[in-house]
């Protein structure tokens, strides 16, 4: 791990939608970001704040309007298998059932399209073992007996398991997660945060969790992002999102479970609540929460007059 | 009024005879028409009776002719080769909408093309394909593909481009090369639709098959339609119209039946 050069760095990125009438709207507004190997990371946020946007930036699935996107000082390329994902919609491969798209991976990596007609045999083989693979990620996701249905006979909650499931069984140097735990119950929530957290401490991943759950995003992140597009500035109301909140959670991490019902918890999350949540609390950027190490910023002075 | 209701629900027997109903009606109405032109005239040719058909299809079916040929075989079986090959050749079609569906070099050499090309009437251009592909086989086949061709390679390119972006990244993560990609993510998806299409236009493909047998060949259905045709034969005519049909709907369900079983989970998608 390299202190002075961290894994991923954004600076001054803007994203830019075309309306409806061609003129622009701004959705992120000045992301500055620095986030070293390893980390935990859960991005909070309003809906529609653009937090789905921030991890197409990071996927490499889309290039920012402006600024840039460095992963280990370089610009990033298109989408590869050092950076998995778990999209908030259209998660599965359709035509598969559920071993196969969490194969999907491992038999893509190992062998082209046309090994299974040049040596079956050795492929069988490895088929084989990449199944016994796959078949304890389904056991641990509660989904061993649904090896062989189709996405569609599955329910939503079911279907982002298996799709974190075909994600992780890849070790990813870095997984983005976009509410993957939206549609499960409370129960399996739990089962999975544990098991997300103890792949993420054995895998050494980064990862990027978004949520709208704001206790599940302390509990689980050992560094909080707050994406949004309430706040103000010297110029007036703010103009698409930004990162108006950026700290480490408190104590050790991962977390004990008593973690989720400690007093440190509750004031945490009220506080996220209201600064970056709450349309009718427009917060000063002079005031961000931007407590991380790694945590920073570079300030245009029409936004922020700074007293000498 | 319920039976006409959203919600109307039949059994399986009312089912049966509601849909039976228009066959037999027309049936009906065919030889009543048959019987009043006989009693006007016996020798009507142009709605032969049942028994007179009959004897169209004893002579064509299960007699030699002066050949020593079993006409209707003979001639369902030339069809069904120029038919088969040509359907065969629109695998060409299918890979070429795939790639112009995935690929922007593809996509800007051939789409403008493709859609122009659509739009030229094929059957104008037959006597060029028979200077060109000979008065054989080849330019029958070259016809019916001509015909198909393009709209068959444009459904494929709209379907591959209407998979989701987020299939193809995903893929992408998870180490998956441009083949496999093509050949393993959006190829497999889109295949039960593609099929639904080349299905849809197994019409297209016998009226085509006719128009280039009407022209020049020494056997076919087409062929034979329009030989007997001189003589208005409508006892032969009728059953051969009949027995295309009944070709087409077989060939039709085949593929149904096939998509129910190797693309289960298509249905419900
Ligand atoms: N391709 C696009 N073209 C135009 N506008 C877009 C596009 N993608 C996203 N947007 C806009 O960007 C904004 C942020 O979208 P995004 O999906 O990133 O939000 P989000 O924070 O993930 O929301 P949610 O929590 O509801 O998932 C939205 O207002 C959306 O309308
Ligand atoms: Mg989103």
Redesign the pocket.
Known sequence: MNDTNPMLHLEDVYMR??SRDGTP?T?LNDIDLKVRQGEFITVV??????????LRLILGAESPTEGAVLLDGKKLDAPNRNRGIVF?KYSLFPHLSVMDNIVFGLDAEAHGMFLGWLKPGQMRQRRRAFRDQAQVYLERIGLADAADKYPHELSGGMRQRVAIAQSLIMKPRILLM??PFGALDHATRTEMQLFILEQWEQAEMTIFF?T?DLEEACFLGSRVLV?SQYYQTDAGRGQGAKIVGDFATPGGHPKPTDFLYSEEMSQLVHRIRSEGLSPDNLQHIRDFNLTHRDAFRTVNPEEWQREQ | MKFLSMHAKFGPVTTALLSASLFVLCVAAYFTASHIRHQENPKDKIMPTIGKMWKGVENTAFKEDRKGEYRLWVDTWASAKRLGYSTLLLVLAVLLGLHMGLYPFFEAVFYRFILFFDKVPALALLPILFIIFGLGELSKVMLILLGVFPTIALDTYLRAKAVPREQIIKGRTLGAGSAKITYGVVLPQIMPDVLNTIRLNFKAMVLFLIAGESLAATAGLGYRIFVVRRYIAMEIIIPYVLWMSLLAFVADLLVRLWIKKRYAWYQAH
Do not use: M, N
């Open positions: 939608y075309p709207i959705i946020g309003p809906s529609g704040c653009g937090k789905s946007t921030l908030q976009d509410e978004v709208h994406l």
